[in-house]
T-cell receptor, first 114, second 112 residues
Framework: NAGVTQTPKFQVLKTGQSMTLQCAQD?????MSWYRQDPGMGLRLIHY???????DQGEVPNGYNVSRSTTEDFPLRLLSAAPSQTSVYFC?????????????FGQGTRLTVV | AQSVTQLDSHVSVSEGTPVLLRCNYS??????LFWYVQHPNKGLQLLLK??????LVKGINGFEAEFKKSETSFHLTKPSAHMSDAAEYFC??????????FGAGTTVTVRA
């Protein structure tokens, strides 16, 4: 059982380039989300989805787009990369049957924008 | 609104001594509370969660946490630290809309 899989693990972009971070889960979870992790700030929510076809903004959505065409996949798109988007990105999934449910995290994508 | 404050950004302990990581929270609802651990260059792993069934929660690897509503605290403890406990720990609150709010994290260093 793979859980939550993120690709790539590492990426270097030039300012202004675009790219997509991939996230897939095989647990049939309804809820998926993207976070960015910066030193001393914990993880901050970028976008989330409560099911296929439904997405919404989190705490820090600017500069990012998401879509949810299937239950399994939740890609994160950087439209025009900026140095401020240098961070470690985590995708997470969970069931929505209860707010007590555990979130499962991917291994992270370390992104550097130069 | 909800927020989480981890009172220590860094904790250093000797192997075999107790570990205490402090967390205070604020929430408009009766929240769920979690502790996650992140080892270097790894993803996050659930240590334990509070779901109102019991105020003292036991987790993996000998960790436990006590929920104190009057103090709005959810401190994490372990009686005897091991070298493998060196990691970053996050206190997390989840209100009724399933979004997670993370504390800033506490880095634990274990001295031999």
């Amino acid at each position: 059982n793979a859980g939550v899989t993120q690709t790539p693990k590492f990426q270097v972009l030039k300012t202004g380039q675009s790219m997509t971070l991939q996230c897939a889960q095989d647990m049939n979870h309804e809820y998926m989300s993207w976070y960015r992790q910066d030193p001393g700030m914990g993880l901050r929510l970028i976008h989330y989805s409560v099911g296929a076809g439904i997405t919404d903004q989190g705490e820090v959505p600017n500069g990012y787009n998401v879509s949810r065409s299937t239950t399994e996949d939740f890609p994160l798109r950087l439209l025009s990369a900026a140095p401020s988007q240098t961070s470690v990105y985590f995708c997470a999934s969970s069931q929505t049957s209860s707010m007590n449910t555990e979130a499962f995290f991917g291994q992270g994508t370390r992104l550097t924008v130069v | 609104a909800q927020s989480v404050t981890q009172l220590d950004s860094h904790v250093s302990v000797s192997e075999g001594t107790p570990v205490l990581l402090r967390c205070n929270y604020s929430s408009s609802y009766s929240p769920s509370l979690f502790w996650y651990v992140q080892h270097p260059n790894k993803g996050l792993q659930l240590l334990l969660k509070y779901t109102s069934a019991a105020t003292l929660v036991k987790g993996i690897n000998g960790f436990e946490a006590e929920f104190k509503k009057s103090e709005t605290s959810f401190h994490l403890t372990k009686p005897s630290a091991h070298m493998s406990d060196a990691a970053e720990y996050f206190c997390v609150v989840s209100p009724s809309d399933y979004k997670l709010s993370f504390g800033a994290g506490t880095t634990v260093t274990v001295r031999a």
